[in-house]
């Protein structure tokens, strides 16, 4: 990777008054998967001996690979939360594009030994775990993560280098209960576009300085503090799936919702069966319950929307909770 030079950054003073624990002895980020669908885990090094680099068709100039994105968000890492227990990256991929070497053209597919054989991925998704800055909200453990996503099909590589590329970055918490990633709107930058490593870790280094942990934090308790009936629940399900049928007039004027009728499934069953995030005896659901089914659907969501989804169920969960507390109209509970 070439290499860009970070000035030293002391870690966020509101970063301060959240608990800090000693070394855990984790190594890895992210034991668990944070996302399922259609991926697959990558070792780093695998990644960056072994996966063929694409290039832009009309220069045949490299692009900035997966590898570089990972190692200049882990140089920003370092750099801003230094003295941190900083855990290397979980990296999952998918969509792979296979080739092979020209010595190999004209073998059968079976017959192609791995030394044969070239692959890079479409897409790719990764998380760098902080675990000595935690939280606890409802008595589960979040924990700092930084973390982002690759796609080479958002990406124009029939043109010449000179044309940004597109990266999606974030910092948030990890709710170590689930793995499920929990990402606020000054946490979470959908298209990052960069022509260089500089200008990528401009960008990262941008979006950790104005992130506001005490903020969301804040939020996450205050989602635990309101409740949603069985009757509202309900409800809430219906109009979700009225959602996507509604006149575009009407769509403009309600909080967005990007979950599809598959993951609003996964909601509904675990309302009634996941051992943590379940509803009460009564029928009722917290908001940072409701929120956590959320995440956890976003789990089948595939690498390119993977972000989007985890921004909008904090977004639509928070709009929910917001109407709640001051009685105000909401389409989804009205």
């Known amino acids: 990777m070439k290499k860009a030079k970070l000035k030293s950054q002391t870690i966020n003073s509101n970063i301060a008054i959240i608990e800090h624990i000693a070394d855990n002895g984790l190594q890895t980020s992210s034991d668990k998967p944070f996302i399922i669908s259609n991926t697959s885990s990558c070792d780093l090094n695998e990644m960056r001996e072994k996966h063929i680099i694409p290039v832009f068709v009309k220069d045949n100039e490299p692009a900035i690979n997966h590898t570089d994105f990972i190692e200049v968000t882990q140089e920003v890492v370092r750099t801003f939360y230094r003295g941190e227990n900083i855990l290397s990256p979980s990296v999952r991929v998918s969509h792979p594009i296979k080739g092979r070497i020209p010595e190999a053209r004209s073998k059968q597919a079976k017959d192609l030994s791995e030394q044969e054989k070239t692959i890079y991925y479409e897409r790719m998704a990764f998380v760098i775990e902080i675990p000595s800055v935690v939280a606890d909200v409802s008595g589960n453990m979040l924990t700092l993560t930084v973390g982002g996503v690759k796609a080479y099909n958002l990406d124009n590589l029939y043109n010449r280098k000179g044309v940004d590329e597109h990266f999606k970055v974030f910092i948030g918490f990890q709710n170590k209960v689930c793995t499920n990633m929990c990402i606020s709107s000054d ?3 959908k298209d990052l576009r960069a022509r260089s490593i500089e200008e990528l870790m401009d960008g990262i280094l941008s979006m ?9 934090l804040k939020q996450m308790k205050r989602m635990d503090q309101v409740s949603l009936t069985e009757h509202q629940f309900a409800q809430l399900i219906g ?20 979950f599809v009728d598959t993951q609003l499934n996964s909601v509904v069953r675990d309302y009634y069966t996941d051992a943590s995030f379940c509803r009460e005896d009564d029928g009722s659901i917290n ?37 709640i507390e001051n009685k105000s109209d909401n389409w989804f509970i009205s």
């Open 208 to 216: 950790v300085q104005r992130y506001d942990p005490m903020l969301f």
């Open 287 to 323: 908001l940072w319950k409701l929120y956590n089914l959320f995440t956890g659907a976003n789990k089948s969501s595939y690498i390119d929307t993977f972000l989007d989804r985890a921004h909008n169920a904090h977004s639509f969960s928070n709009s929910l909770t917001n109407a």
């Open 239 to 258: 109009r979700c799936r009225m959602y996507q049928f509604v006149p575009k007039q009407l769509k403009r004027e309600i909080e967005p919702l990007e």
């Open 187 to 189: 946490g979470f930058v």
